[in-house]
């Protein structure tokens, strides 16, 4: 504030100065500059204004719930009567955006503290990789861990990485007799679903090996049946990408095909 005064006192000074002491010789361009530098100072004044008296707002959530969740005539049973959420996690690439990354993410979305009911999460992958598609339902799978864990035991930071690799007491303040017990069951889980997202480009290439092993098989058998005694020529089918239900993956493939690259391929919605 003091500055602000400082600064708004040099103002005064200065602009005193330019309408005492006029250019005879250019009048229409000293009216043109000092009405500029009028309006500049004006405006400058009015941006200082907010900082003279600063107003702090914090979000009370006691009050949020009072309002939104008390029972009422029209809502007995006191549902939450907070505005639905739809919030979008975009990425495209899973090798410059690791897979366990995009996770942590929706998993800190899902534990946020609104109800159940009104939050939605959607991921959005231009790439249209499997890698991204399997690691996002390990992610569903583990949130039903996850979620109830905060919700428990009020976790902050809600992202399992960061909470995890915090260096602070983390049994500090925590009341409730089964937190350690809760606590070290998540650690585990969460060390195991760590596990198998970093291992799910190998078991998609083994998987997608396999598969492609076997499909070369039967073609080169329907190609014997078809020659009979003819040279039979060697068969090369385009390697896919499989799913572990043991169909083509819609998206971009390992090897990218025709309709399978990172700019060509099928929609998908699940």
């Avoid at 990354?101 to 959005?124: G, Q």
């Avoid at 399992?160 to 915090?166: I, V």
């Avoid at 090996?209 to 039967?218: F, G, L, P, S």
Wanted: aromatic share 10%; net charge neutral; charged share 30%.
């Amino acid at each position: 504030r003091l500055l602000v005064l400082i600064r708004l006192a040099v103002l005064g000074l200065f602009l005193t100065w330019r309408i005492k002491h006029k250019n005879e010789d250019a009048m229409w361009l000293w009216g043109m500059s000092v009405v500029c530098e009028l309006w500049f100072g004006f405006s400058w004044i009015l941006d200082q204004l907010p900082k003279l008296c600063p107003v702090n707002r914090a979000t009370d959530l006691a009050v949020l719930k009072d309002k939104f969740e008390t029972p009422t005539p029209s809502n007995p049973n006191g549902r939450s009567d907070l505005p639905g959420l739809d919030i979008y996690v975009s990425t495209a690439d899973p090798e410059k955006e690791p897979p366990l990354t995009t996770a942590n993410t929706i998993l800190s979305i899902l534990a946020a503290d609104y109800p159940v009911e009104k939050l939605s999460c959607y991921v959005s992958d231009d790439g249209g990789a499997l890698l991204t598609f399997e690691a996002m339902a390990e992610a569903a799978s583990f949130a039903n861990m996850w979620v109830p864990f905060c919700r428990k035991h009020g976790i902050e930071p809600r992202n399992p990485e960061s909470y995890f690799s915090l260096k602070r007491d983390p049994y500090k303040n925590k009341v409730r007799s089964d937190f350690v017990k809760d606590r070290r069951r998540i650690k585990r889980e969460y060390d195991e679903f760590k596990v198998r997202i970093n291992g799910l480009p190998d078991s998609i290439r083994r998987r997608s090996d396999a598969y492609h092993a076997r499909e070369e098989i039967k073609a080169m058998k329907r190609q014997r049946e078809a020659a009979l005694d003819d040279a039979v020529e060697t068969v090369k089918i385009a390697k896919a990408t499989w799913m572990a239900d043991g169909t083509h993956w819609p998206g971009t493939w390992i090897q990218p095909s025709a309709e399978h690259t990172r700019g060509d391929h099928a929609g998908i919605i699940q």
